[in-house]
């Protein structure tokens, strides 16, 4: 019985220490597995339901349960529950998401297993919790030209999140262009200014997302407001 926390080594220390603080809470104990009867009867045998509960704040992939002693006389598909050199692979190694929002379930017909199906191992990804606006940063630099007598500053946007942020907004009051800047670049809403036009910021900074202005710097310098996180946990 054992986890496996996946951990790329590019992360930045600041993400990878919150990843273990998530971790450290997340584990096979976290998995709640519950067989209840249906009541109904298929092909003669008791059908039962499964539900299986991720109560961890981090998801959990690559699930196997134990599942010896399992029989199935109705057939079930592959992609649900699939016999592995462990035991029984679930959901074919996609997630069960974490606190208890969202069970996994499927609905057997059969015996159920010596062990009834107790997980054996999984793949904890807490990525979600540990990409925040904080993964966000943002420079303004001063090019050294001016443009129709303003100063030209870059402005170099990373996400040193795994995960893509997108619709990324960002603090621009008091900012001003005075040279006519693409709206799928900076386009003014409610909260601030939306970057890119709502498109992905990459993880890992190795993508940084750039453009130029020449004008006023607003008042909280880009300063990240809110964002969607996409993880493939």
Known sequence: MFNRVFLPHQLPKSAIACI??????????S??????????????????EVVINNTCRCTQSELVLSCDGFTSYVPLRLEVLRPVEEGCLVNDGKPVYGNGADPFKFKIA?????????????????????CNLFSISV????????????PEF?????????C???ELVLSCDGFTSY???????????????????GKPIYGNGVDPFKFKIAGTLPNKNFAPVSSKINCPC
């Open 20 to 29: 273990y603080r998530y971790a450290q809470y997340c584990n096979l104990f």
């Open 31 to 48: 998995i709640n597995v519950e067989t209840a009867k249906t009541g109904r009867f298929v092909k003669g045998y008791p059908e039962f």
């Open 110 to 130: 059969g015996t159920l297993p010596t062990k009834n199906f107790a997980p054996v191992s999984s793949h904890i990804s807490c990525y979600a919790h540990c």
């Open 139 to 150: 420079e303004t630099t001063k090019t050294g030209r001016v443009v129709k007598g303003y």
């Open 154 to 162: 870059e402005v170099v946007i990373n996400n040193t999140c795994r």
């Open 164 to 166: 893509s942020q997108s």
């Open 179 to 197: 040279v006519p800047l693409k709206l799928e670049v900076l386009r003014p809403v409610e909260e601030g200014c939306l970057v890119n036009d």
